[in-house]
């Protein structure tokens, strides 16, 4: 029997951020009977990103989103629609929206309907690659610059390497100050080495995605109970 006539599918997404190379994207698997509120919720976790913007999905010339006061027009309230009465058929794409100052556009295309794992628990994220692009980098273009430019700094190492070996090589008796030099240097450099350290734009964690899914699928059925 086909998946689709069934009662509730999984639905699995491929997500694809939009004008970036390499690609970012992730493979999400989403019960039909779950509101759109849950892909966003799904998104924003899979991009580690904050959901302090604005978004909206755009289903079949409408506009989906979670109305804000000051915000812009949605046709519809995404809280108040599941996946299923989209009616959505497979290899169907639509596009997600967020943070309209930088404007992510993630497009979404359907690429399967599958039966229910009671095994499992949805949303689960089963595939990826290249982590999110950073909440408030400032678009497209300055997150390829930014990638461009993320090279390991080497001055800073040295000069974190030389103030430790200096450490290590100091009598006990002398004021750490004299030993490391000029602590404002030191500062700057440890400061660019962090920089570089917290900007992992090849890193995916799985295993970690999935625990804060997981949490959402808790937090929602708290709710229901």
């Not at 999984?10 to 019960?31: A, D, K, M, N, T």
């Not at 849950?38 to 604005?54: E, G, M, N, R």
């Not at 989103?65 to 009465?85: E, I, N, Q, T, Y």
Request: charge should be neutral.
């Amino acid at each position: 029997m086909d998946p689709s006539c069934n009662l509730t599918n999984v639905y699995q997404f491929r997500v694809v951020v939009q004008g970036i190379s390499p690609l970012i994207w992730r493979r999400l698997l989403i019960r039909s009977d779950m509101s759109l509120a849950i892909p966003h919720a799904a998104l924003q976790i899979v991009f580690a990103w904050s959901d302090t913007h604005l978004h909206s999905f755009h289903i079949h010339g409408k506009a989906y989103g979670s109305p804000r006061l000051g915000g812009p027009h949605v046709d519809v309230d995404a809280r108040h629609v599941p996946l299923a009465a989209l009616r959505l058929h497979r290899g169907e794409r639509f596009s997600y929206v967020y943070n309209f100052i930088d404007h992510w556009v993630c497009d979404l295309r359907l690429e399967a309907m599958l039966r229910v794992d009671p095994r499992r628990r949805y949303p689960l994220c089963t595939g990826g690659k290249r982590a999110g692009p950073p909440e408030d980098c400032g678009g497209v273009w300055a997150y390829l610059q930014r990638v461009d430019q993320h090279h390991l700094p080497l001055d800073a190492m040295a000069i974190v390497g030389t103030a430790l070996r200096r450490v290590l090589d100091a009598d006990e008796q002398t004021p750490i100050c004299e030993v490391v030099g000029d602590p404002q240097t030191l500062r700057e450099a440890v400061a660019q080495l962090d920089v570089y350290l917290q900007f992992r734009p090849e890193h995916v964690d799985r295993r970690q995605i999935n625990a804060q899914l997981q949490a959402l699928t808790q937090e929602q059925e708290s709710r229901h109970e």
